[in-house]
């Protein structure tokens, strides 16, 4: 379980007219965005989010390269969610190609313990990990209750640790961000990708 604390509202989320990255919205982004970082607190949303996450699968077997919205079952999950509901949380997901040699224990174990110090640090919502295909690739994502728990968990020890494996442990690597965003009234989310995510893929050379 995670711990349910106070109420927590974005700015104008009812008023999103198309993509949150279109100028129409740029200034509701730099909102969100600044409330996403300052959230130290989970919220009652936040709880529900986690508990009906626990739904949470794959609709296809071609998930590690299947763009994200299309990846997992979000529909089943949103319509768990209260209809009055309404938030914005933030994904990170990484995707990977891992190398012939690496040392598969080095990086679960690695992996296990950045997972459990995000979980002590709070915020983390969900976390799944999915298997290696035959060409060694692989998809980890986490939903957060916010964008500034995430940047926190990346300053902790045990994640350094995993992130100083990834140039030894993997061919190619991508981190991608998302809002996950839920509006009052309706029963589906949307999946807006983060305009930082548009730069090139980690390859080794």
């Known amino acids: ?21 279109s100028h129409r919205n740029e200034n509701m982004a730099a909102e969100w965005e600044e409330a996403s970082d300052s959230k130290t607190e989970t919220s009652a949303a936040d709880e529900l989010l986690y508990n009906a996450l626990k739904g949470l699968t794959t609709t296809t077997p071609a998930y590690r390269k299947t763009p994200l919205a299309e990846t997992f079952n979000w529909g089943d999950v949103s319509r768990q969610l209260p209809i009055e509901l309404a938030g914005v949380w933030y994904i990170v997901a990484f995707r990977s190609v891992r190398r012939a040699d690496a040392d598969h224990k080095a990086l679960y174990d690695a992996d296990f313990a950045a997972h459990e110090e995000a979980k002590n640090s709070g915020g983390i919502l969900k976390y799944w990990y999915g298997d290696l295909d035959a060409d060694r690739r692989c998809l980890a994502m986490c939903v957060w209750a916010g964008r500034g728990f995430a940047r926190r968990a990346t300053r902790k020890p045990k994640h350094l640790v995993a992130v100083g494996l ?8 991508r981190l991608e961000r998302y809002w996950l965003i839920k509006v009052a009234g309706s029963t589906e989310f949307r999946i807006e990708e983060l305009t930082d995510n548009r730069h090139p893929v980690w390859k080794r050379n």
């Open 166 to 173: 990834a140039a030894r442990m993997y061919d190619e690597y």
């Open 1 to 21: 379980m995670i711990a349910s604390h106070t109420s927590f509202n974005y700015p104008n989320l009812g008023q999103l007219d198309g993509p949150l990255d």
